[in-house]
Nanobody
Framework: QVQLVESGGGLVQPGGSLSLSCVHSASIFTINGMGWYRQAPGKQRELVARISITGNTNYAASVKGRFTISRDNAKNTVYLRMNSLKTEDTAVYYC?????????WGQGTQVTVSS
């Protein structure tokens, strides 16, 4: 069973920065891609950023230019660097791993942007 453990959420003021990390237990050879999703209260879960096994990235329009997804295969870790945070970025952020046969999810980490 693949496990994902997120860390790095918290409270930050508008304009501030946070970095999220997700450590997974999957073999690199079984991964198609990894991503970060978020879900705000009363809203559907949405894709924030994704990185493919070849390193291609894509971002939601609302975070493009502010967020950066990256990975360290040696550490089985994917990161999300979030800059210029806005109040509308407040949500629970989930790490996602696209396996060969199914997706896996982390438990989520709360990000709150508030003054």
């Amino acid at each position: 069973q693949v496990q994902l453990v997120e860390s790095g959420g918290g409270l930050v003021q508008p304009g501030g920065s946070l970095s999220l990390s997700c450590v997974h237990s999957a073999s690199i050879f079984t991964i198609n891609g990894m991503g970060w999703y978020r879900q705000a209260p009363g809203k559907q879960r949405e894709l924030v950023a994704r990185i493919s096994i070849t390193g291609n990235t894509n971002y939601a329009a609302s975070v493009k230019g502010r967020f950066t997804i990256s990975r360290d295969n040696a550490k089985n870790t994917v990161y999300l660097r979030m800059n210029s945070l806005k109040t509308e970025d407040t949500a629970v952020y989930y790490c996602n791993l696209e396996g060969r046969e199914r997706d896996y999810w982390g438990q989520g980490t709360q990000v709150t942007v508030s003054s």
